[in-house]
């Protein structure tokens, strides 16, 4: 558990990720909808950074969002 104040800081007791990283990450319109989803899913609790290298966050620890774990996250790969 991230509940360690002197550890995480502001973080603390809060859930992070990050789905447009550079390499693996998600080009920006997929990442824009991503963003409008789980802004819906959430009830506007994720906040999605804009930037490149964006992360989002949520106020609580990710048992708090059990809507969230009726969705699948899939990253399909192809190639030419």
Do not use: H
Request: glycine residues 6%; negative net charge; hydrophobic residues 35%.
């Amino acid at each position: 558990m991230n509940d360690n104040v002197d550890f995480y800081g502001d973080f603390a007791l809060t859930s992070i990720f990050s789905m447009d990283f550079r390499g693996l990450g998600l080009p920006p319109a997929i990442y824009s909808k991503f963003t409008n989803l789980i802004n819906v899913v959430t009830n506007n609790e994720a906040n999605c950074q804009k930037e490149k290298g964006g992360i989002c966050t949520l106020s609580n620890s990710c048992a708090s969002y059990p809507e969230l774990w009726d969705y699948t996250f899939r990253i399909e790969y192809s190639y030419n």
